[in-house]
C-alpha cells in the first residue's frame, strides 16, 4: 500500500466541516485517500510504534489547501484564443463556429491536454468539461484518454448541438447532429466509461448546449436517460440578454421556467452562468437545490453582466466556479476565478458580499457539491488526497504572513508549488509530471495556427 507523509505544513486550510485552519500540521495519505490530518504527533505509526511513510514531503513554507474544482469548461477553445474580442455572446459565437467545424479528434485531444495542464498548474485537481460539437470524427473519447494520460480527475460532459440555423438554432447547419445519433453516443460513453464508484477518477455527464442550440425534445429525452442512468445533467442557461430575449421569443417563458418545464431542476442538474435569474428564478432553484456555476471572467469578457451569486448563496443553491471556454476568458487559471468572483460580488458596493474564504470555499466544497461529490473539496480522513500546496515565501505574498489563507485571494494568484491528485504527485517543485510541456505548448500551437488558417 502506497503511503505519503506531508509533514510541518505552515498553514493547512482543510475545508472540513468545521472550517479548520492548523498551523504546523501533517496529513497522512494511505492509497489515495488522507487517513489522518493534524499534528505530526497525530500521525498513524508501525507495528514499531515508528511514522513511516514511502515517500515524505515537508510544507513548512506551504499554505495547503483541499484541490480545486472546475464546474465548467470547453477545452477545445483553447485553440482559439484572443478572437472575437470585442463582441457579445451570440456574435462571438458566430464568429468562431466556421473556425471550430475544422477540429478533429487531435485537436480535441490535444487542446483538452493543454487545458488540463493549465487547470492542474493553477490549483485544479477535479475537473469538467462540456463538449458540445464533434466534428470530422471527433468523439467524448479523445478528451476521456487526455484526462487519463495526465492524471485529473474528470467530469466529460457529452454536449451535444442538434439545432441548427434553418431550424432557428445559432449554430450553422453543418456543425450539428442528429437527435437519435446523440441520445445513442451519450448511452454509449454512459456505458463504457461512468464510475459511480467513491473516488472515482471518471464520470460522464448527460449535457446538452443551450435553448438556441437544442431542441425541447432533446432536453426532455436528455434527462430521462440520464436519469436512468443515475448521472449528472449539465447546460448553459440565462448567460445574458440575448440568451433570455431567445427564451421570450421562441418558447415563451424566462430561462428558469424552461428548465423547471423540461425536467431539468434538482439536486443532479447545475446550470452554467445564470447570469440573468431573476430573484423567483433563484428561489426556485434554490428550492429544488439545482446547482449554478459561476463564470466570472467570462462573464466580463463578453459584457454578459455580473451573476447574482450572493443572492443564489443566500438562496441555499449549491454555487461553484468554471472557468468557462478558453476563448472567453482567455485563460484556465481556477484560483483567479475565485478572485474574481469576490471582487465582482464586492463592486455593487458591499466590501463584505463575498469574503477570500467564501470564494475559497466556492472553489472546494461548493464545486464538489455542484458536482454531485462527497469525496472531494475538504482535507478530512475518508477523504481523496486531492491536496495543492501554494508556496508562501515569494513576492507575491509579502506582507502577507499573517493571513495566508486569504492571500490566496487578495494577493497575486499564482501557480501551485506542489499537487497531489489521487495520492500521486501530479505537480513537484511547481513542473507537472505526467507529461512534457514545451512538446505539448509547440504541438498545441501548431493544431492551432493550422484551424485558424483553414489548412
Known amino acids: 500500500m502506497a503511503t505519503l507523509l506531508l509533514k510541518h505544513i505552515h498553514t493547512l486550510v482543510t475545508m472540513d466541516d468545521a472550517r479548520r485552519e492548523l498551523g504546523d500540521a501533517a496529513m497522512f495519505i494511505r492509497d489515495g485517500v488522507i487517513e489522518a490530518v493534524g499534528s505530526l504527533a497525530d500521525m498513524p505509526r508501525n507495528a514499531q510504534g515508528d511514522l513511516h511513510a514511502d515517500e515524505v514531503v515537508d510544507l513548512s513554507r506551504h499554505v495547503v489547501l483541499p484541490g ?228 466570472p471572467t467570462s462573464n466580463m469578457r463578453l459584457a454578459s453582466g455580473i451573476a447574482p451569486i450572493r443572492k443564489m448563496i443566500d438562496s441555499k443553491i449549491r454555487v461553484g466556479l468554471g472557468v468557462d471556454g478558453s476563448a472567453s476568458n482567455d485563460s484556465g487559471h481556477l484560483l483567479n476565478e475565485a478572485r474574481q468572483a469576490m471582487l465582482l460580488q464586492r463592486v455593487g458596493g458591499n466590501p463584505a458580499a463575498l469574503t477570500a474564504r467564501q470564494a475559497l470555499e466556492l472553489a472546494t466544497r461548493g464545486g464538489a457539491a455542484v458536482l454531485g461529490r462527497d469525496d472531494v473539496g475538504a482535507l478530512a480522513p475518508g477523504m481523496a488526497a486531492d491536496i495543492i500546496a501554494y508556496r508562501i515565501d515569494t513576492p507575491a505574498f509579502a506582507g502577507a504572513q499573517t493571513d495566508p489563507a486569504a492571500a490566496l485571494i487578495f494577493c497575486h494568484p499564482g501557480g501551485v508549488d506542489y499537487s497531489i491528485i489521487n495520492g500521486k504527485i501530479v505537480v513537484r517543485d511547481g513542473v507537472l509530471q505526467t507529461l512534457e510541456l514545451p512538446r505539448l505548448v509547440e504541438a498545441h500551437n501548431r493544431i492551432a495556427l493550422r484551424l485558424v488558417r483553414g489548412d
Open 68 to 295: 480545486l474544482i472546475n464546474t465548467h469548461h470547453h477545452m477545445f477553445q483553447s485553440l482559439t484564443r484572443a478572437m472575437a474580442q470585442d463582441e457579445e455572446l451570440f456574435d462571438w459565437l458566430r464568429h468562431l463556429y466556421p473556425i471550430w467545424k475544422r477540429i478533429n479528434g487531435e485537436a480535441i485531444y490535444t487542446s483538452a491536454k493543454l487545458a488540463m495542464a493549465e487547470l492542474i498548474l493553477s490549483g485544479c485537481t477535479t475537473s469538467s468539461d462540456h463538449l458540445y460539437l464533434y466534428p470530422n470524427g471527433a468523439t467524448l473519447d479523445d478528451e476521456i484518454r487526455a484526462a487519463q494520460e495526465i492524471g485529473i480527475r474528470f467530469h466529460a460532459a457529452r454536449g451535444a448541438m442538434s439545432m441548427g440555423e434553418s431550424k432557428g438554432g445559432l449554430p450553422p447547419d453543418d456543425l450539428v447532429e442528429d437527435e437519435d445519433a446523440i441520445l445513442r453516443d451519450m448511452r454509449r460513453v454512459v456505458e463504457t466509461f461512468h464510475n459511480r464508484e467513491r473516488y472515482a477518477m471518471l464520470r460522464v455527464v448527460i449535457a446538452p448546449c443551450s435553448p438556441f442550440t437544442v431542441s425541447q425534445a432533446l432536453m426532455r429525452e436528455a434527462a430521462a436517460l440520464a436519469r436512468s442512468y443515475g448521472v449528472h445533467l449539465h447546460t448553459h442557461l440565462a448567460e445574458n440578454a440575448s440568451d433570455v430575449a431567445y427564451s421570450l421569443e421562441k418558447f415563451g417563458v424566462l430561462p428558469g421556467d424552461y428548465a423547471h418545464d423540461l425536467g431539468w431542476v434538482g439536486h443532479d442538474v447545475w446550470h452554467a452562468h445564470c447570469v440573468c435569474l431573476n430573484e423567483r428564478e433563484i428561489r426556485l432553484f434554490g428550492s429544488t437545490q439545482t446547482g449554478v456555476c459561476h463564470c
